[in-house]
């Protein structure tokens, strides 16, 4: 089968270590299923293990992706769940399993045409949600579902700035915060991603760094040390940064007075649970909040869809489709 795989690691030029190839077809094993991918999207953390961020080269090649929706080898339309972990190690939730990794860390990811993923990570597909919607979920849109809700904690008519209105979390988190009702500004270096923001429902746009309305509840922070001053002094007393990247550095001045005197929190947020994808997907059912899609490409042109990633270029996320038919026939286990 074809896939892309990352085979080296360059901070520099990060897409040297990528190529597509021909891999062999990954067998199931008990515990675990089979899915052909139908569509996949590209993540940041994608682009972080190109660059040797967060993954030791003593696991390379292996195949990137991380998100995938498809079919099982019994044709049910299905969309993993990317963290591979066990929920009793973390007290209920996977993503606080010391052991956990998420899809491309330790296993095979979903930029292929095949993937195997434990049976407890596939979760049925609505028939009202499309292939390519449904590939964007499982990192980007889970993550912000997290943040918002299990983290912040919002309620209708709380005000919730996103940092970065580009990425695929912030995209997500600015369209599930608006759903929710709350009052949601954002921010964006770039004037026609903070339009862009606005028509998803954001009351306002600006320039990073620049006096919001009001000061907020809540801040959805994934760009790190660009950002952070920005966060923290948007941020009302007693409010909540929810942090999940730093794509921009991750160590800014910590600005402790500020935190302690308006006891301002810091949470962190990793990855969600699969109970999460599941009531992310009813919210949207609910709702009718669907993922922002900059654009689709093949497998074949991944190399332009991450060269779109460093250059900034994407507003909302970019599906891949692997090769092959749309909807295989079931297949033997």
């Known amino acids: 089968m074809l896939a892309a795989t990352a085979i080296s690691q360059s901070a520099t030029d990060p897409l040297s270590g990528l190529v597509l190839r021909d891999t062999p077809e990954p067998a199931p094993r008990p515990g675990w299923s089979r899915v052909r991918v139908v569509a996949s999207s590209l993540n940041m953390h994608d682009l972080w293990t190109l660059r040797g961020v967060g993954h030791p080269p003593d696991r390379l090649p292996i195949v990137l992706g991380c998100d995938a929706a498809g079919y099982d080898d019994d044709g049910n339309e299905v969309i993993v769940h990317p963290v591979i972990g066990d929920p009793d190690a973390g007290g209920g939730d996977e993503t606080l399993d010391p052991d956990r990794a998420l899809l491309s860390e330790r296993h095979d990811g979903a930029f292929a045409e095949?993937?195997?993923v434990p049976t407890r990570?596939?979760?049925?597909k609505p028939a009202w949600l499309s292939f390519d919607e449904a590939a964007c979920l499982p990192v980007a849109w889970t993550t912000a579902y997290r943040m918002l809700f299990t983290q912040a904690r919002?309620?209708?008519g709380d005000r919730v700035l996103v940092q970065g209105a580009g990425g695929g979390v912030a995209s997500?988190?600015?369209r599930l915060a608006v759903a929710a009702g709350a009052v949601v500004y954002a921010t964006s270096r770039s004037a026609d991603k903070r339009a862009e923001a606005v028509s998803w429902g954001a009351r306002a746009a600006?320039?990073?760094?620049e006096r919001l309305p009001e000061r907020v509840d809540v801040v959805i922070e994934t760009v790190g040390e660009a950002t952070w001053a920005h966060s923290l002094k948007a941020l009302r007393p007693g409010g909540t940064v929810v942090i999940a990247g730093a794509t921009s550095g991750a160590n800014p001045p910590a600005d402790l007075g500020r935190i302690?005197?308006?006891q301002q929190r810091i949470l962190g947020s990793t990855g969600a649970t699969r109970p999460e994808l599941v009531a992310l997907l009813r919210l949207m059912d609910a709702?009718?909040?669907?993922?922002?899609i900059d654009r689709t490409l093949p497998l074949t042109e991944i190399h332009k869809g991450f060269q779109l990633m460093i250059d900034g270029g994407l507003t909302g996320k970019l599906v891949i489709h692997p090769p092959g038919p749309a909807r295989p026939e079931a297949r033997q286990k």
């Open 114 to 116: 095949y993937l195997i």
């Open 121 to 124: 990570n596939l979760v049925p």
């Open 154 to 156: 919002i309620t209708p």
């Open 172 to 174: 997500a988190a600015i």
């Open 206 to 209: 600006v320039a990073p760094g």
């Open 260 to 262: 302690f005197y308006l």
């Open 287 to 292: 709702t009718g909040v669907r993922p922002v």
